[in-house]
């Protein structure tokens, strides 16, 4: 079975878009089967309209394009509380808006109390700030029901979420039964060499809850992780997909931060290492 690959709608040529059109003619440049689409970064002056919500519906399903994901990523410990409201009240509405491109997924990550940073902050890792997130999801996850939508949640070290363990916690203790998985997100310049087992305990963990994966590669450039087209770089990514070809290949492989000319080496890469 052909892996279900993709790409964020905003990392598409052209992005952000003026129209659908624009957008859905971005897409089909390249061998791509699905998107991960976040609507606000994808397209010019996005005003949450619901006729525009429809439009692109109705052309991406003419097209043969599904959505497997809707990112509606936002700061779940953001210190304006406020600006944590208001990202709760958009990630609602996403959900609201998941049936009409039968996507159940809507995404986001825990986020970092040093606000629209997103980095690394002490307070992160802290029982507070877990607790913080845990009650936001499972306020989230009540709400999906409604609409039969879900969130899924994504890990990174710098944010509260910080280890496929404390992952795996919030999922026995809030229900949630999806999870993306991005090993680079878990890295840092410490620990990058243990990347195939922080793969290795996510596939333990999480294995029959993965709905997608996030795609990205990396090289070390004067002591600093530093992202690069897939291939190219020295994620393990042969073992990778070949792991994910045998235990699950319905996961949407989704490229991320992969950008310009390394859109369509990555692709070709792959592909050619779900061939093997």
Not at 70 to 81: K, L, Q, R, S, V
Not at 179 to 191: H, M, S
Request: with cysteine.
């Amino acid at each position: 079975m052909r892996l279900k690959l993709g790409i964020r709608g905003h990392d598409l040529p052209g992005a952000p878009f003026q129209s659908v059109d624009d957008f859905i003619a971005s897409i089909k440049q390249f061998d791509l089967d699905c998107l991960q689409l976040v609507y606000k970064k994808a397209f010019k002056d996005f005003n949450m309209d619901p006729y525009f919500i429809l439009e692109l519906s109705d052309k991406l399903k003419k097209n043969n394009i599904s959505v497997a994901m809707i990112g509606a990523y936002f700061n779940m410990i953001h210190p304006d509380e406020e600006k944590r409201a208001d990202g709760v009240e958009y990630f609602k509405w996403c959900m609201e808006t998941g049936k009409v491109f039968d996507c159940a997924l809507i995404g986001s990550e825990t986020g970092s109390a040093n606000g629209d940073k997103w980095t690394y902050n002490e307070y992160n890792h802290t029982q507070e700030a877990y607790e913080i997130v845990r009650n936001t999801v499972s306020e989230l996850k009540k709400y999906g029901n409604i609409f039969k939508t879900r969130p899924i949640i994504e890990g990174a070290y710098a944010h509260t979420i910080y280890e496929p363990e404390l992952l795996y916690r919030l999922i026995q203790e809030t229900g949630i039964n999806d999870v993306t998985v991005d090993i680079y997100n878990y890295l840092n310049i410490e620990n990058y060499k243990q990347a195939d087992e922080i793969f290795d305990c996510c596939m333990k963990l999480f294995k029959d809850k993965i709905r997608v994966f996030h795609l990205k590669d990396f090289n070390v450039v004067d002591g600093k992780l530093v992202q690069c087209g897939i291939g190219q770089g020295i994620m393990n990514w042969k073992y990778y997909i070949s792991r994910i070809k045998e235990e699950v290949s319905d996961a949407a492989l989704i490229l991320e931060g992969v950008t310009g000319a390394d859109i369509e080496t990555s692709i070709q890469y792959i592909r050619r290492l779900e061939d093997e």
